[in-house]
Structures are given as structure tokens and as C-alpha cells.
């Protein structure tokens, strides 16, 4: 299942970045198809990573501290998994920067130098280095929680994996006007709110489907945060893409959602959370009561479909934040 969603994202993440790849002009250099190809698949493999921690970090407050006879042995694989892909989080942070650092110097190989350079001057350099920061922090607590078990509160690690999501954001499209700090948190909200439905989803279904006395107790949470989850994502993507769009000078509404990448690609990741509705319903409405009354269901194969969708909209993202807006 998380093969699915990763194998999803990367596909999406490359077809839109090539939607979106602008033409060569004539006596200006462009990346190499190393960069254009490797930075896609990086950033979201970043996101994958990150989506990851989140979800495996959310897990142990889902199950509770009641019944440690039945939880323990789904934590103890469940913890060493969160530290792997923390390391991995930090590591496509870090390889991020330097395929950036290509970007902006096309026909050279990234030296130190330049690379110090562009974290020291521009913004998403500065927020991939803070995430990564973030995703080694993730890291560490969750060695001492490898070690001392659930005595690491799980509060903490579902703190600095949310905290290390926060500057994301600042590698998409920057808004110059009197709304940039509205839509930037706008923008964070949706950024939280999809790692934690989606590693939420991923997490629960991937240890806990074949658990079924641990996945009653733990799917009716999970559906009442995904609830919520959803409603954040779906509200702050219209209101950071429309916004972004609106408050871009010389681009002009409603026109530009259909003739610009940008517009496109906002309606193609509408498209997709919006079919993501009535998967989730189904697992909420019909097989969670089943699950509860301790019935089989097909959980697996409507999360995986849900997944796979989220995985899509996921590739779409990365290519939204690197697509032109007018």
C-alpha cells in the first residue's frame, strides 16, 4: 500500500512537472534532464518520507496506552520504521537543496559554495535546511523511543513531525501583497492536514488490518480526525490556489484557472481530492460498522484505491509549486 502511494506520487510528480517544463529559448541555458527529471521525484519523494513520519508518529496515540499486551507488538515494528523514515525525510530535504542549486545555475556541477549560497539567500532553501533539521529531531526522539518504548511521549513526536512540515510551504509560490501571511498559513493547514489523513490512513490500514480487535478501536479515530482532515485540506487548496492566483499581478480570474499550468493543475488536484469523497465515505459509513461488529471487509482494496488518489494529488502538488501562475 505504501509502495502505491509512493509509486503514485512519483508518476503524477513527473507527468505534471512535464506539463508544466517550460520551452528552451535561444541563448539561455536550461537544467539538464537529470535536474528536470530528479527534481520532481526527489521533492516528492520528500513528501512521502515526511507523510511517513507523520502517520507513523500519529499511531501509537490512536491505539491508546490501555491495552499494552496488544499494542506493544505492533509498536515495536512500528517505531524503528518511524526512525528510517525520518533519516529519509532529511536526506531528500538535503539532496533537494542541491538539485535546487542545480536549477538555478544550469550547465555547472552544485560546488559547497554555491550551495551555501542559495540556502543563504533564498527562502526554500532556508525551509528545506529547517525541515530536514526537523526530520533529524524526528529522528532522534524516535531512537529514545525505539529504546524506552511509549515512556517518549507520543505527543512530542507528532509535534516535531507537524513542525517539521510548517516551512514546506515557503518552496512553493510566494504571494507579495498584504494576504501573504493569510494565504502562507493557509497553505500549512493544507500541508498538515494531508500528511495527517494520509499517513493517518497509511499507517493504520498497513499494521493494523490484520489486527482486528486493534483496527475497531482505532479506525472510529482515525475517521473522525480524517473528517476533519478533509475538510481542512479541501477548504485551505481552494483558498491558497484561487488566492495565489488572485493576488498574482497581471493574472486575471476566472481565465486564468483554464489557460495558465497553475489554473490546470489547481483543477486536476480539486479533481482528485474530490474523488477521494466518496471513497472515504464508504470506509466511514459501511465497512466501519462491520468492523466494529468484528466482520470482514475489503479495507485493504478501498485504501488502497484511496491511497493511490492520494498519491496522485500528492505529484500534483510538487508540479503546482513549480508551475507558472500567469
Known amino acids: ?29 536550461m537544467p539538464g534532464p537529470v535536474v528536470s527529471v530528479g527534481l520532481p521525484i526527489v521533492r516528492v519523494l520528500l513528501d512521502v518520507a515526511a507523510v511517513a513520519v507523520v ?11 490501555k491495552m499494552p499486551e496488544h499494542t ?36 555547472a556541477v552544485p560546488t559547497f559554495g554555491m550551495i551555501a549560497s ?11 535546511l529547517f525541515s530536514a533539521a526537523c526530520a533529524l529531531a524526528a529522528a532522534g526522539i524516535g531512537l529514545m523511543a525505539v529504546r524506552f518504548g ?3 511521549p507520543a505527543e512530542l513526536r507528532i509535534i516535531v513531525a507537524l513542525f517539521g512540515l510548517l516551512p514546506i510551504p515557503v518552496t512553493g509560490h510566494a504571494v507579495n501583497s498584504v494576504w501573504h501571511d493569510p494565504i502562507m498559513i493557509s497553505m500549512e493547514i493544507h500541508v498538515m492536514g494531508a500528511a495527517a489523513w494520509t499517513g493517518g490512513l497509511l499507517a493504520t490500514v498497513v499494521f493494523l488490518a490484520p489486527h482486528s480487535s486493534l483496527l475497531a478501536v482505532v479506525l472510529p479515530k ?21 488566492g495565489t492566483m488572485a493576488l498574482t499581478p497581471g493574472v486575471t480570474l476566472p481565465g486564468a484557472i483554464v489557460t495558465s499550468h497553475y489554473g490546470v493543475l489547481v483543477i486536476v488536484k480539486t479533481a482528485l481530492v474530490a474523488l477521494l469523497v466518496p471513497l472515504a465515505a464508504h470506509i466511514r459509513f459501511r465497512l466501519l460498522p462491520v468492523i466494529r ?17 492520494m498519491g496522485l494529488a500528492y505529484g500534483v502538488a510538487v508540479a503546482i509549486t513549480r508551475a507558472s501562475i500567469a
Open 72 to 107: 506493544e507488538p505492533v509498536m515495536v515494528r512500528v517505531r524503528p520504521l518511524a526512525v528510517l523514515a525520518a533519516w529519509a525525510w532529511a536526506i531528500c530535504a538535503l539532496v533537494t537543496i542541491v538539485f535546487q542549486t542545480a536549477e538555478l545555475n544550469p550547465g
Open 293 to 309: 461488529r468484528g466482520g470482514a471487509t475489503a479495507l485493504a482494496s478501498w485504501a488502497v484505491a484511496e491511497v493511490g488518489i
Open 150 to 152: 511509549e515512556k517518549v
Open 1 to 29: 500500500m505504501a509502495g502505491a502511494f509512493g509509486v503514485c506520487a512519483v508518476v503524477a510528480a513527473v507527468a505534471a512537472s512535464s506539463f508544466t517544463a517550460q520551452e528552451a529559448v535561444p541563448g539561455i541555458p
Open 55 to 65: 502517520g507513523l508518529s500519529l499511531l501509537p496515540k490512536l491505539l491508546g496506552f
Open 222 to 242: 482515525f475517521s473522525r480526525m480524517a473528517t476533519v482532515c478533509l475538510l481542512l485540506v479541501a477548504l485551505s487548496g481552494l483558498v491558497t490556489g484561487l
Open 118 to 128: 542559495y540556502v543563504g539567500n533564498v527562502g526554500t532553501g532556508q525551509g528545506l
